[in-house]
């Protein structure tokens, strides 16, 4: 592990404590699960646009590779291996890693998980870099975004998403959805969530050309939903600007 390691330690920790529940939808990660579909929607759109994909195949990534960074036990890398890439899934918790490989070999899924810091691991021309929720927990956020670009093709497309720092997700996510216990405890740290220009400004000054962000969003009759509304968490596109 390099010196200039983006993992904070007691972040791996607390998340691989969760690892034998990943999988389970009404486990401590049942939010991930009502999430995912969400944030599937938004990758689907934007692999199509980016790649000039056939929005009618099943396989939009064939032939491509994609690296999910901040993996967990696989929980987006699974459909994006479904969906035709080659997949790596990049976590600092080694039990998330054994519990992802574990399920990923009970679906017949052939996807690669490597353990520890991605700055570290030497990854390079992936199409597709997704890190989803991830950048909120890392130690220095432009050491993380440059060891994702790092990993990207010069053609390949970055998806991130993150909590926004706002009144609404403190008391959504951490007033109310941590202490009801729809999310472990100790799980976000309000100050370390990013505002959609504070992101935009970090990929510009990387060398990144940013996609126009689109809220995650939730309410009683929708649920979690693809929205204008980023009061509460976001997610955008980025690539390398020409």
């Known amino acids: 592990m390099s010196n200039a390691t983006t993992i904070r330690p007691e972040e791996a920790a607390h998340f691989g404590k969760l690892a034998a529940q990943w999988w389970d939808p009404k486990g401590s990660s049942a939010m991930l699960h009502r999430l995912n579909p969400v944030r599937l929607r938004f990758i689907r759109d934007a692999v199509d646009a980016h790649f000039h994909a056939d929005s009618r195949s099943v396989r939009p990534l064939a032939g491509r590779r994609a690296v999910d960074v901040g993996c967990g036990a696989g929980l987006l890398c699974e459909p994006l291996a479904r969906l035709g890439a080659a997949v790596t899934g990049v976590d600092a918790a080694a039990e998330n890693i054994a519990a992802a490989r574990e399920h990923a070999a009970g679906g017949g899924l052939a996807i690669e998980y490597v353990c520890g810091d991605v700055g570290a691991l030497g990854l390079s021309g992936y199409d597709l870099v997704t890190s989803m929720e991830v950048i909120e927990h890392v130690a220095d956020k432009p050491a993380f975004l440059r060891a994702l670009i790092g990993a990207m093709a010069d053609d390949g497309l970055m998806i991130l998403s993150t909590p926004n720092r706002t009144p609404q997700s403190k008391w959504l996510m951490i007033e109310a959805a941590e202490r009801l216990g729809m999310v472990p405890r100790g799980t976000h740290h309000w100050e370390d969530f990013i505002t959609p220009p504070e992101l935009a400004l970090m990929l510009e000054d990387l060398g990144m050309q940013v996609g126009q962000p689109m ?16 009061a509460l968490n976001y997610i955008l596109t980025a690539k390398k600007a020409v």
């Not at 995650?216 to 204008?228: E, F, Q, T, V």
């Open 215 to 230: 809220g995650i969003a939730w309410n009683p009759l929708k649920g979690l939903h693809l929205s204008d509304d980023m």
